[in-house]
């Protein structure tokens, strides 16, 4: 019985360490990003971790609205091929570990608007991985330890600031 129960819990610990992708759907309609019914298969109750992947493909009128306190994993904005993922911060304060705009494919779009709040970025934050990524800031704080604007030979990318703070704690790759 020890066995079993010490097999079991090793499983659950194993499984828990693992990044969940989180899909958005804005599948209530209010494009609130902490809303966990905004995201596929996810509790309208659900709280953020940090083990959460959400990977955005949608933009303008389904685009999320990110207003709250949240903890994340890595974040894709742009992850089909000839989508656009786009994510609108305009307030609270927000920890996520990457950032990845533009995905796998050079027709794939990524936009992040931020507008409010304080963003962080611990580890890598990518404008223009493969295909075209596009950072607009106009007021808030976004801070980020390792920042990347077109990773790949012939991505793009561009960081649009007329207003807000962007602290770069480790360096800026550019190309």
Not at 105 to 115: F, H, L, P, Q
């Amino acid at each position: 019985m020890k066995k079993i129960v010490c097999i079991l819990s090793l499983m659950i610990l194993v499984s828990a360490s693992f990044a969940a992708n989180k899909d958005w759907t804005n599948g209530s309609g209010d494009r609130n990003f902490a809303r966990g019914s905004n995201w596929f298969d996810t509790l309208d109750t659900y709280n953020w971790v940090s083990t959460d992947a959400p990977r955005i493909n949608m933009s303008g009128t389904n685009a999320p609205i990110l207003n709250s306190n949240v903890v994340c994993g890595s974040m894709v904005l742009g992850y089909i091929a000839n989508g656009t993922g786009e994510l609108n911060i305009t307030g609270g304060t927000n920890t996520f570990i990457n950032g990845t705009f533009a995905g796998t494919a050079a027709t794939i779009t990524g936009i992040m608007n931020v507008s409010g709040g304080t963003t962080t970025f611990s580890g890598y934050f990518t404008v223009g991985n493969t295909g075209t990524g596009i950072l607009n800031v106009s007021d808030g704080i976004l801070n980020l330890n390792r920042s990347q604007l077109c990773q790949v030979a012939g991505s793009q990318g561009a960081y649009n600031i007329s207003g807000g703070q962007i602290n770069i704690v480790t360096n800026l790759t550019v190309g």
